[in-house]
């Protein structure tokens, strides 16, 4: 049958071409779609606590926070690659780091409703994929609010678990 397909096709003098996707392009694919599937969007998207995600802040993090009783308020953070409110100045490898070990290059170690335990297993391939993906976003300036520590006041709206 291939042949025959590719006989006609020679006799017709049509030429089929098929465009792949660089090289460079793969990974960030790749990590678009376990982007998806590890539901960043469902925390890090502005408006998606309060049943309204905003397609225009996209992962550009939250203005609700969730509250971590004995811990404080957390608010997830922006995680396009603006400079200043974003990922921007975080390499590859500090993204990676992260997700899988939940330490930010300063150190501080993440929320511990980030599933960094779960992420740690990525592979290679995988979390670098994550990464790229997170680096070819369009930068979005938007500062999620600051955390509160368990005794302060929060600055903005946050979500709450009361144990009865």
Known sequence: MRNAIAMILGLTGLVLTATVPAAADEPAK????????????????TGVFLGKPDPERY??????????????????????????????????????????????????????????KHYGRLTDEDAYALAAYLQSLKPIRHQAPAISGDAEKPTAPYLTVIVP
């Open 30 to 45: 790749r990590g678009e779609y376990l982007a998806t599937i590890m539901d960043c969007a469902g925390c890090h998207t």
């Open 59 to 116: 992962l550009a993090g939250s203005e609700v926070g969730f509250q971590i009783p004995g811990l404080g308020i957390f608010y997830p953070p922006n995680l396009t690659p603006d400079h200043e409110t974003g990922l921007g100045s975080w390499s590859a490898d500090d993204i990676v780091k992260a997700v899988r070990t939940g330490e930010r290059p300063d150190g501080r170690i993440l929320a511990p409703a980030m599933p960094y």
